[in-house]
């Protein structure tokens, strides 16, 4: 497995992380035990960066990965995120990034785990009522008391990496990144190359619109973002259908294509697959040994140009949180 460094403040990581997000129901249905098995083989590949956040699944993501992990602890680097709350319907509604609420996610995390510490620990966008200065102190105190090891941030802008960083050291950022969301390349990307911060890119498949994915039916959140919607899916799937295209004529796959792009992009930057099942997981490893010739990247980013692409990667109330969708003024 070839490693990246998590940053000049992290540790070193393998090239590709797995993001276990929907083993917990938000593609739809999944099996429990690919799932573990699914870990199980990331891990013999190499794999040793998990990405979770304690609210996926309600704390089943948590749960699940604690099972899987059993007496393979030394061999993975749990990267959790917080401060998302929810309804028993599931349902968000709202972000708590206070001192004593990190602690308290904290505390049932480890319990959940079955783990003495995180490795990495973000909160899951930044809170508007809550100074980032605060929450990332508090980390910070975890972090002197053992329970953490590294500060990571989430879908922040760059003014507030900046600050958090001011606080205590930021190995990574994790934010949405893929050949139709390149949204960070306008300023935070800038900004993270200068202060030595690395990206854990998730969405690199943008939610399995480039590898050809559909939403599965009610249970699945796709159903309720912009991309996946009416005539925008229409167009979005168009978009998919020139990649897959290009594809082709490489003799890889489509997803295989969109991971290599995104490794392509700097050893900076590490993609968060989200397989679900060992299939998908071996689809994505080998996305490790595509090189793309400044040719093939020319042609699929003139393919999934920003005017080519419709909607947005999240609802209007959702977009209006992001912090990292903030236009530099």
């Keep these: 497995m070839l490693t990246r460094p998590l940053g000049a403040a992290g540790p070193k990581v393998s090239a590709l992380s797995l993001g276990c997000m929907g083993m917990s129901g938000m593609y739809g249905p999944s099996d429990e035990a690919e799932s573990i098995a699914t870990i199980h083989r990331a891990l013999d590949a190499g794999i040793n960066l998990l990405d979770t956040g304690d609210f996926y699944g309600m704390g089943h993501n948590e749960m699940l990965i604690g099972r899987a992990i059993e007496g393979r602890r030394s061999q993975v680097l749990l990267s959790v995120k917080f401060g998302a ?49 605060d929450t990332i102190g508090a980390i910070a105190e975890l972090i002197q008391a053992g329970y953490v090891r590294y500060v990571g941030m989430s879908e922040s802008g760059a003014a507030t990496i900046r600050r958090a960083h001011a606080v205590h050291p930021v190995c990574d950022l994790q934010i949405e990144y893929s050949l139709i969301s390149r949204g960070i390349e306008r300023e935070i990307l800038a900004t993270l190359r200068e202060l030595g911060i690395a990206v854990t890119a998730y969405g690199v498949l943008s939610r399995g619109l480039l590898a050809g994915s559909r939403p599965a039916g009610k249970g699945d959140f796709r159903v ?34 969109a991971i290599a ?65 903030r236009q530099p003024l």
């Excluded at 599931?90 to 904290?106: E, S």
């Excluded at 490795?119 to 508007?128: A, E, M, V």
């Excluded at 050893?267 to 490893?285: F, N, W, Y």
């Excluded at 999240?314 to 912090?323: E, N, P, R, S, W």
Aim: proline residues 6%.
């Design 85 to 133: 709350m929810r309804l028993p319907t599931g349902a968000f509604i709202g972000l708590d990034g206070r001192p004593k609420a990190v602690k308290n996610f904290l505390s049932y995390s480890l319990q959940r785990l079955r783990t003495d510490h995180i490795d990495i620990y973000r909160l899951t966008r930044p809170d508007p009522e809550v100074p980032i200065e």
């Design 261 to 325: 792009w995104v490794l392509s992009r700097g050893t900076d930057i590490i993609p968060v697959v989200g397989a679900r099942t060992r299939r998908q997981l071996a689809e994505s490893l080998a996305a490790l040994d595509v090189v793309l010739s400044p040719d093939d990247a020319a042609r699929l980013e003139q393919a999934c140009r920003a005017d080519l692409v419709a909607g947005t990667r999240y609802d209007a109330v959702q977009m209006q949180h992001l912090d990292s969708e």
């Design 224 to 257: 309720n973002l912009p991309r996946f919607n009416g005539p925008n899916f229409e167009q979005n799937q168009r978009v998919a259908a020139a990649v897959a295209d290009i594809a082709a004529e490489r003799g890889v796959t489509a997803a295989q294509l």
